[in-house]
């Protein structure tokens, strides 16, 4: 009888300052990627999981095929790792976001290149592995319709790296619950924001999935907290009220990605948090319209920022505040105005970038025309010496110093203990026990970030 082909599907880690592989224990999230793409397998496939991140790649494990799904700021060790799988005769296909961006950079450390969002081309390609005929590229026609996906295989992870830690105790009881499970309800994105690869990935055109199947698959997963993955989860406001009724009786807790603006409508706010919306990740980005301009975000007013953040905050639904820096003419001044509104508004959260151009943005062909590009492909450059806020190009009118030692201070003085007891103790208090802890956890991660490497 003919063994089953045996697919291992790998998370690879990212590189640290001084060389060493991130890693960690236990993740709050696991990833959604790697437990669909096993979904979509044909029948008669068996299909392994591992985590780089959470401990070390078998290499000597008796697979057929290792499938690696490359991001960006990874790209560098999941070629390393593609590399050394294919130094042992297992054959590797790549695919991902970034994979897709870079087909031609991807296809020298790969077999086969999926190109696109794989619904459709990776059973295809496995179907074809099978048959000893795979081709080397395999391109999505068209973007996939997304009715009746199936339930990720989440069950294929390590419980001890993403759940464990939370089954018992304070943590599960007053702040978490067992565990977050990541869900997509849409894909694509209508803006043509300069900086972001969603359009350039997933298309400008907005498709959701039924409402009746994400139900489903919260019905299948039970989770006590869901991550809506969707990079606006408020895009189509009249759809989104709907899912939000559907989810009231699910009775689980959720965040998601949304934009700021959607706080003009309280209706919508109440309905979110009602069926259990918690938090919400808002691309504020900027402070002045003509660094907005520049990146061509139109969508928000910043005019309205405060009013908004406070809708937010009356709702009871927490926002953490996205912000980006680099934007050309800005003074250093910028990161000390942008504490400032973020502390004064009370923002539960922040997470700051650098403007970073990505490779198949609008941004990095702006950047490369004008000659401002310091590495054209700087998610190749060695982990030493690279660090979160390293700016990518020049032009600015501050230099990288001036930059990273306001960078640094103002975003270490958001996360002060005295700044996180005003934003998060003082009345009116929604939900302060969870807020307290997610702050002193990225006033962790920020020290770290400030430290570490993106490739």
Not at 86 to 91: A, D, F, M, Q
Not at 102 to 124: K, L, M, R
Not at 125 to 132: E, S
Request: glycine share 6%; with cysteine.
């Amino acid at each position: 009888m003919q063994q089953p082909l045996k697919i291992k599907l790998v998370e690879a880690s990212r590189y640290l300052q001084d060389g060493s592989l991130h890693t960690v224990k236990q993740f709050i999230c696991p990833p959604l990627t790697l437990p669909y793409l096993a979904a979509l397998v044909p029948d008669g496939v068996d299909v392994v999981i591992e985590s780089e991140v959470c401990g070390r790649v078998n290499y000597d494990d008796n697979v057929d095929l290792v499938g690696i799904s490359v991001l960006t700021t990874l790209g560098m060790r999941a070629y390393e790792v593609a590399d050394e799988f294919r130094r042992r005769n297992v054959p590797v296909v790549l695919g991902g976001i970034h994979a897709s961006m870079e087909p031609d950079e991807a296809a020298q450390h790969a077999d086969t290149v999926i190109v696109g969002e794989a619904d459709e081309t990776w059973p295809q390609f496995i179907n074809d592995f099978r048959n000893g005929t795979p081709k080397k590229r395999y391109v999505a026609e068209r973007p996939p319709a997304l009715d009746h996906l199936p339930v990720p295989r989440f069950s294929l992870l390590d419980d001890s790296h993403y759940v464990s830690r939370w089954r018992r105790g304070l943590l599960r009881s007053a702040f978490l619950g067992s565990p977050w499970l990541p869900v997509q309800t849409a894909r694509g994105c209508p803006y043509g924001c300069e900086y972001c690869a969603v359009s350039a990935f997933n298309g400008r055109r907005y498709r959701t999935r039924p409402i009746t199947d994400v139900v489903h698959e919260i019905e299948t997963l039970r989770p006590k907290c869901c991550f809506f993955v969707d990079d606006d989860i408020f895009l189509a406001p009249r759809r989104a009220k709907e899912l939000f009724k559907a989810l009231i009786p699910l009775k689980i807790r959720w965040f998601s990605q949304g934009s700021i603006g959607a706080a003009k409508d309280l209706e919508l706010l109440r309905l979110a948090r009602r069926s259990g919306c918690f938090a919400i990740l808002v691309g504020i980005e900027s402070l002045s319209r003509r660094d907005l301009d520049s990146v061509g975000k139109t969508q928000n007013i910043v005019e309205e920022y405060e009013t908004q953040i406070r809708n937010y905050r009356k709702a009871g639904i927490a926002v953490q505040a996205n912000m980006m820096f680099g934007f050309g003419p800005e003074d250093p001044g910028v990161f000390e105005r942008a504490t400032d509104f973020l502390i004064r508004n009370r923002a539960c959260l922040t997470k700051w970038w650098p403007l970073i151009p990505l490779p198949g943005t609008p941004l990095i062909a702006r950047l490369r025309d004008e000659g401002r590009l310091r590495d054209g492909k700087w998610w190749l450059r060695p982990a030493t010496h690279s660090r979160v806020m390293d700016l990518k190009f020049d032009g600015l009118e501050m230099g990288q110093d001036v930059f990273e030692q306001n960078y640094t201070r103002n975003y270490a003085r958001f996360y002060s203990l005295k700044n996180i007891a005003r934003r998060v103790l003082l009345p009116p208090r929604n939900n302060w026990p969870l807020a307290m802890f997610l702050n002193l956890l990225y006033k962790a991660k920020m020290t770290q970030e400030t430290t570490s490497t993106e490739v």
